[in-house]
């Protein structure tokens, strides 16, 4: 296997690790709009969000992750995704100071989904597996 090869290859298993995690959390706005209200609250610190808004909110997410999933208009898909997930990693510093109170040493796990997808938007013209655009 050449070497451009193991990069494509592992390009696109990392686009597809980061893109399951986002799916799910996209869903979640769907599934359970509730929980969706009080992440916002706690951790962005926007109250109120109705069903509707938090619909709205997946919609554009799902959009948005089906153009990085299909590798379309990667300097902004990628660029959106690797935004959305610093954010949200960052915006949970209370966890990190807190490791070992309740579940916040998962939270943890958002740093190494972070570096996927500093990597895949460094990386993005070389992550040509599956993806409409090549370059």
Same mark, same amino acid.
């Given at each position: ?12 298993? /990392? ?20 929980? &969706? ?7 962005? %610190? ?12 997946? &919609? ?9 999933? /299909? ?14 997930? &610093? ?5 949970? %510093? ?12 998962l939270f943890f796990a958002a740093w190494p989904m972070l570096a &996927? ?11 040509? /597996? ?6």
């Open positions: 296997m050449q070497q451009n090869d193991r990069l494509t290859i592992s390009l696109f298993i /990392l686009r597809l690790g980061v893109f399951v995690v986002m799916f799910i959390w996209t869903i979640d706005k769907f599934v359970r709009p509730e929980h &969706a209200a009080a992440v916002f609250k706690n951790f962005y %610190f926007i109250s109120d969000l109705n069903y509707t808004l938090s619909y709205l909110i997946g &919609a554009v997410e799902l959009v948005l992750l089906a153009g990085f999933l /299909l590798g379309w208009k990667k300097r902004f898909t990628y660029g959106a995704v690797l935004i959305l997930h &610093a954010v949200s990693t960052l915006s949970s %510093f209370k966890q990190y100071l807190a490791p070992f109170e309740g579940p916040n040493i &996927a997808c500093v990597a895949l938007y460094l990386l993005r013209e070389q992550d040509t /597996l599956w993806t409409i655009e090549k370059s």
